[in-house]
Structures are given as C-alpha cells and as structure tokens.
C-alpha cells in the first residue's frame, strides 16, 4: 500500500499516533539569532520585519528615527521601564503573544545579551563568595531554556539580537562569536553575524537548518532580501494563537497524579521540557500527552 494511503487509511481507524504527512506540516516562521559589533545595522534592518514586537532591553532604540520606524512598521516598543530587562516578565510577554489573538508578526529581542547578562549579575551578587563553577549562570540559562520554548511555540517571526565577543584558544584569539547563552544557536533556525563593508550590511551565516540560507554563505542583510530567501507570504502571514491546556485536562491530570506515583522531579522536567512551570501553562496538546501517559500508566 502506498504510505501515503496507508496513513490515510490508519487515521481513519481508532489510534494514538500522532505523526501527520510531511507536507501537511505548514512552514514555520523563522527563529533567529543576529550578532555582530555595535553599529553594523543589527537593530534598524530588524526594525523593517514586518508588525514588530520590539523588546528593548538596552533603552537603545527609543530615538525618534527608531520609533518612527517602528511604528511605521505597524509596530510597538517595550523599554526597560516596562520590565524588558526582567526575564519572567519577557517570557510573560512571549506567553501572551503566543496564547492571545493580535496582528504583531515579528517578536524582536534586543539585546538578548544584556537581559542574560543582567540575569546572571543579579545572581553573582546574590552568591557572593560561594559563586563558583558557573552557579551564577544557572538560573539565567533557566530562563533562557523556558523562553526558547515558548519562542519555540509562538507563531511569530523571532529576532534575538546579541552583542559580538571574542574567544581565545590556547591564549589566542579565536574567532568571534554571540556573547549569551552557548547553546542558543543550536535552538533556533539560523545564526546570522552581521558585518559592514563601506557602506554595505551584509549578513555572513553561521549557522543554519534553512535550504535558502546555505552554511558559510553571506548576503545583502536587508528585510527584502530576507524574504526573498525564505518566503514573504510566510513572514506577513497572520500569527495564529496556540490553544491552551483546557481546565478538564488540567483537573484530568491531577486526578491521575492522585493514583499514580510520579515524583515531583519528574514532573518538574516534563514542566521544563515544555518551557511552563505547572500544568495550566501547558499547550492543548501538550497537556494531551500527559493525560494519555498517565492513563497508560493505570492500564
């Protein structure tokens, strides 16, 4: 039987899985992160993606020629004075964005270095002397996690921006690289440094899961461009809100928990795996699986 028939066929019958055909997958919006020196043009090519969320956590863009831009973009602005520099409220934000209806199609992040760093400073001094081996960038790199997988979630376009930083190998330096959490690239569709040459910004890619955005290859850094490579119906194309964890799957799942040993570590990373901190944050299909393995688990 040809596969494509034979799914057919199955879900037509009662079953669990939940794989679907490929193409049917709709074309996710793109997660991405920038980097570069300061002034190349990270932040004002950012700015001209379509219906932006602009966080900014730097008090950086809040001139006339950048809100200008932002709000002729259909855009708006989120300072510091408005909790851009905290974590919980950024990922409050991305929460909302994600579960509510509105027209913002681009959610930029600037600088995601400063809102790390700032997390990790808070905590170096909280420590004192007993920061050591990294302790100070646990709960930073925490938030960084829960946020990725709510950004993960989100039906937007998604531009970290991130400050440029050396690295040294053998006490040479090595090239340069994003100066935030290391793993970060590795979560997202592309990692793009962003370079000037005379009067020209160019985007040299570092990383990347996207056929249109060859690994090593450099390009115009201009939102036209951009589209060009990667879709323009996709990047404009309405943001659709994630459905939540229903109430009676919610009261489902602590019921089971009442009748089935699980411990709270356990739950504490089937919480982290999905970016929330309890079962009512949960996505509708999130909260699903956990109802089918707990049911499983009676059997």
């Not at 340069?176 to 000037?196: A, G, P, R």
């Not at 955005?213 to 951009?226: C, G, M």
Request: proline share 4%; aromatic share 10%; with cysteine.
């Amino acid at each position: 039987m040809n596969p494509k028939n034979q799914l057919k066929h199955t879900t037509q019958m009662t079953t669990k899985l939940l794989a679907k055909t490929p193409k049917l997958t709709p074309p996710s919006k793109p997660k991405i992160l920038i980097f570069g020196k300061p002034g190349v043009g990270k932040t004002w090519t950012s700015l001209d993606f379509p219906s932006c969320y602009y966080v900014d956590c730097e008090a950086g863009a809040d001139l006339g020629h950048y809100t200008d831009k932002l709000e002729k973009s259909g855009g708006v602005y989120m300072g510091p004075q408005d909790g851009a520099l905290d974590f919980p409220t950024v990922i409050g934000q991305v929460k909302a964005l994600a579960t509510e209806s509105h027209n913002f199609k681009t959610l930029i992040i600037d600088s995601v270095s400063k809102l790390f760093n700032q997390a990790v400073s808070v905590e170096a001094q909280r420590l004192g002397d007993k920061d050591a081996f990294g302790a100070s960038k646990k709960p930073a790199i925490a938030y960084m996690r829960q946020l990725v997988a709510w950004v993960t979630k989100l039906d937007m376009n998604v531009i970290f921006i991130a400050h440029e930083k050396m690295t040294w190998v053998d006490d040479k330096q090595g090239p340069s690289t994003f100066d935030c959490w290391d793993k970060l690239e590795y979560e997202l569709h592309l990692s793009l440094q962003i370079i000037k040459r005379g009067s020209e910004r160019l985007a040299f890619i570092r990383k990347s899961r996207l056929t249109g955005f060859p690994d090593a290859e450099t390009f115009a850094w201009t939102y036209s461009e951009f589209a060009n490579r990667y879709g323009k119906d996709v990047l404009e194309k309405k943001s659709v809100a994630v459905k939540i964890a229903d109430p009676s799957d919610v009261a489902e799942v602590k019921r089971l928990l009442e009748h089935i040993k699980v411990s709270q570590d356990d739950i504490d990373k089937w919480w982290a795996k999905a970016g929330v901190t309890s079962f009512e944050e949960m996505t509708d299909e999130q909260i699903k699986k956990v109802v089918t393995f707990l049911q499983s688990k009676t059997k």
